[in-house]
């Protein structure tokens, strides 16, 4: 399994409230990857990242931002928290295979609840 | 993009037991993976399976992607198999999902002692 971490785990904030949620893998994977997962659902693709100053959106539209400077470190931030967006934020990398023929690898997901 | 159904919705069993969950999806993949999120919300791989057959102790995994399913077997379950199992897809190459997963909706398995 990869080494992938996310801080914090819960964070609990009021609204309007500027926040980063943490990311980072040991692995030296080139793909990163955030996906937002509400209680009870499907988790869906926010953010994608195929190497170092790549980012794309995903699937799902958010408000949120992320960055890739550094191989290992993925952050995403939401300028101004909002009540919507409470739910729980996971963490993928992979190595990159060919055309995607490549595991994806969780970090243990930040819940966020904005009050 | 591609569709992703996973069967049953919910399902209940006594420690022991065998449970087969299935996923369907809509159109070629090269990457198909099944998870076991915990209570604690950590998703733990189980199978990186776009084809064939794989065993890992009491679970295994069929996928035939001519067909455009995938199978994951459960043999004598414990408490501790409860949780949400999801499967999710990648697209052929070519497409702008490369490298991109696409999650069913789960299956809650619950096992009671």
């Known amino acids: 399994e990869a080494d992938i971490y996310q801080t914090p785990r819960y964070l609990v904030i009021g609204t309007g409230k500027k926040i980063t949620l943490e990311c980072s893998q040991t692995?030296?994977?080139?793909?990163m990857y955030w996906y937002q997962q509400d209680p009870g659902m499907e988790l869906h693709l926010i953010h994608y990242s195929y190497g170092v100053n790549s980012t794309e959106k995903g699937d799902l539209s958010s408000e949120s931002t992320v960055s890739r400077i550094r191989t290992e470190h993925f952050p995403l931030t939401l300028e101004s928290a909002r009540p919507s967006h409470t739910s729980q934020y996971l963490c993928?990398?992979?190595?990159?295979?060919?055309?995607?023929?490549?595991?994806?690898?969780f970090g243990p997901g930040t819940r966020l609840t904005v009050l | 993009g591609i569709q992703v159904e996973q069967s049953p919705p919910d399902l209940i069993l006594q420690e022991g037991a065998n449970s087969t969950l299935r996923c369907n999806f809509s159109d070629s993949v090269n990457n198909l993976q099944w998870f076991h999120q915990n209570p604690w919300g950590q998703l733990i791989n189980l199978f990186y399976?776009?084809?064939g057959t794989k065993q890992n102790g009491r679970l295994s995994a069929t996928t035939v992607a001519t067909e455009r399913y995938s199978l994951l077997y459960i043999s004598s379950s414990q408490t501790t198999d409860s949780g949400v199992y999801f499967c999710a897809v990648g697209e052929r190459a070519g497409g702008t999902s490369y490298g991109k997963l696409t999650f069913g909706q789960g299956t809650i398995l619950t096992v009671h002692p």
């Open positions: 399976i776009p084809s």
């Open positions: 993928a990398s992979s190595a990159g295979g060919q055309y995607g023929t490549d595991t994806q690898y």
């Open positions: 692995m030296g994977h080139d793909k």
